[in-house]
């Protein structure tokens, strides 16, 4: 079995930042692509970034020059640093990775999602 846990939500002011975690676990061999989305209350869920695993990434571009993905990935982990964050970028933002397991099939898998608010 995969997880995916999430930390580093919350309430912060419009300019402020915040940085979000996902780590992975369980039967993984190799993890592929991992990235964040983000569903806002009455939206569709969407795409904030996407790291693969040789570190190449794409933006949504409503957050190009303010968010930044990486990873590490002896600790399958991904993270993503928000910077001067505005409004709308207030909903639950959830961590999805691809991967191999152990025997060698493929999974993908999300998290349970991390609230983030941004309000004066």
């Known amino acids: 079995q995969v997880q995916l846990v999430e930390s580093g939500g919350g309430l912060v002011q419009p300019g402020g930042s915040l940085r979000l975690s996902c780590a992975a676990s369980?039967?993984?061999?190799?993890?592929?692509?991992m990235g964040w989305y983000r569903q806002a209350p009455g939206k569709q869920r969407e795409l904030v970034a996407i790291?693969?695993?040789?570190?190449?990434?794409n933006y949504a571009d409503s957050v190009k020059g303010r968010f930044t993905i990486s990873r590490d990935n002896a600790k399958n982990t991904v993270y993503l640093q928000m910077n001067s964050l505005k409004p709308e970028d207030t909903a639950v933002y959830y961590c999805n990775a691809n991967y191999i397991r152990t025997d060698f099939r493929r999974g993908d898998r999300w998290g349970q999602g991390t609230q983030v608010t941004v309000s004066s």
């Open positions: 790291i693969n695993s040789g570190g190449s990434t």
């Open positions: 369980g039967s993984i061999f190799k993890i592929d692509d």
